[in-house]
């Protein structure tokens, strides 16, 4: 099983050179640690900076320079600043190529769920809306089942939405999976450790298993 | 031509009850903490706020919020605020929570003349409901109404006499936009300095958009989370 770690580093592996990446709130966030020296990538904050860099350092902080997250960062070299239509305008346009974030609920069709529990919670959609309504690559990062022990694989979300048939591929504790055009979580790689049938009895939606599932590389 | 006003008290003199207003910042970042000072003290009730965020607690929209003047937020996110979120689970506070680039690209259409835009961002959610949806392409849209509001609260880093203005990194956020929306808009700025002091190539918001501006005072420019890494 993997810890928030390990599934942002699983996650960080499917970022390719030359990818402009927006990471969402959450385990999304710590994907930009394990991101390969080797490659060239560029970080899009929403509130409106491409070329995101880490925290900076104590006492370098700076009340003019935070992410989506609201948190200070920096800017590497090279970093460009635009104001908030513009910054979903490149969202709108597919100028951004991969797009990371949490859900509560994602359903076998590719639903996703992540921004309202009706009479508990509501913080608000944010940008999440518009970049599952317009990226063409949206990976979820998530634990498999729910404080309550309940999946959130369902075979639709019960939850209010956040977008529709968005959903690409999902890394949880447990697994990789593809969520398949046709409908159905296709089952691509296990967690260190956990077994078929475990993932089997998480997850709730239509579960495709193909063959030999082998266990995650995160060498 | 004079655009300059002396303080926040003065550009805001006759913003009234029931008016709706855009203001500008992402979090607290960017925030025209001058005029929600000044709108504080007046005490003016009744508000429809555009705004991203809601502040938090003792900070931003927040301290308006806390005093009961705002009738309606129109925001993306507000989990930082609990006052906010118990007014809204309460039913005290009426909210239209949108998505983020709709809310930029709707203050952008009014700056642009544009009575509405097309945007996928919602399709298939509650979002949507009693929105006319245009398919373009095989691909469904939600048309979405440029706001209009009386006015546009903006903050920029440096301005001019004539109304130009300057934002400093990721706080210009949604103040360009905002700043291009309002049928009367209030920037307040660090810096105001005389024409001809900025780059006309460097100019985010030209001054035809600005109707006011005031040099701001005693900035506080709250960090919300404050990230450090060790050296």
């Known amino acids: 099983m993997l810890d928030k770690t390990g599934i942002a580093k699983r996650i960080a592996r499917e970022i390719k ?3 402009y990446v927006n990471l969402g709130i959450g385990i999304p966030t710590l994907v930009a640690n394990y991101i390969p020296d080797n490659i060239d990538v560029v970080l899009q904050s929403e509130n409106g900076l491409l070329g995101m860099g880490p925290f900076p350092f104590e006492g370098e902080e700076d009340a003019d320079v935070i992410n989506a997250g609201k948190q200070t960062i920096t800017m590497l070299p090279g970093s460009a600043i635009f104001d908030s239509a513009m910054s979903f305008g490149m969202i709108r346009a597919r100028k951004v190529n ?8 994602v359903s076998e069709n590719g639903d996703i769920a992540n921004w309202k ?3 508990k919670m509501v913080k608000g959609m944010g940008g999440a809306m518009d970049l599952v309504a317009s990226a063409e690559n949206i990976i979820v990062a998530m634990q498999h089942v729910n404080k309550a022990g309940e999946s959130k694989l369902l075979p639709q979300c019960s939850l209010p939405l956040t977008g529709i048939h968005c959903v690409r591929k999902i890394v949880t504790e447990l697994a990789v999976l593809d969520v398949l055009p046709g409908g159905g979580f296709k089952l691509l790689e296990r967690a260190p450790g956990v077994s078929v049938e475990e993932i089997k009895n998480a997850t709730a939606g239509k579960l495709i298993i193909e063959g030999e599932i082998p266990e995650m590389d995160l060498s | 031509m004079n655009k300059v006003f002396s303080n926040a008290d003065e550009a805001i003199h006759d913003i009234t009850d029931g008016m709706t207003l855009l203001l500008g910042g992402f979090g607290l970042c960017g925030l025209p903490e001058n005029c929600i000072t000044a709108l504080v003290k007046k005490g003016i009730k009744e508000l429809t706020c555009i705004s991203n ?3 938090v607690d003792d900070f931003g929209i927040g301290l308006m919020l806390r005093q009961r003047q705002v009738k309606k937020m129109i925001s993306s996110y507000v989990g930082e605020n609990a006052e ?3 007014q809204l689970l309460s039913g005290e506070l009426e909210v239209e929570l949108i998505p983020q680039g709709t809310l930029a690209t709707r203050c952008l259409a009014a700056g642009y003349g544009m009575p509405a835009i097309f945007t996928p961002a919602g399709v298939g959610t509650e979002v949507a409901i009693g929105k006319e949806i245009r398919n373009f392409n095989g691909k469904d849209y939600l ?8 006015f546009a609260i903006v903050k920029a880093w440096k301005g001019d006499s004539m109304g130009n203005l300057v934002y400093r990194s990721t706080a210009r956020n949604f103040n360009p936009v905002m700043a291009m929306a309002g049928k009367i808009t209030i920037a307040e700025v660090e810096e105001l300095v005389e024409p001809g002091e900025l780059d006309p190539d460097q100019i985010h918001t030209p001054g035809i958009y600005v109707h006011r501006i005031f040099r701001g005072a005693n900035y506080e420019k709250r960090i919300e989370q404050r990230t450090v890494r060790p050296r």
Do not use: H, V
Request: proline share 4%.
């Open chain 1, 17 to 19: 050179d030359g990818y």
């Open chain 1, 98 to 105: 991969l797009t990371i974030l949490g859900a509560m609920e």
């Open chain 1, 117 to 119: 529990i009706p009479g």
């Open chain 2, 53 to 55: 965020n809601a502040g």
């Open chain 2, 84 to 86: 906010f979120e118990r």
């Open chain 2, 143 to 150: 048309m979405e109404m440029a706001f209009d509001a009386d």
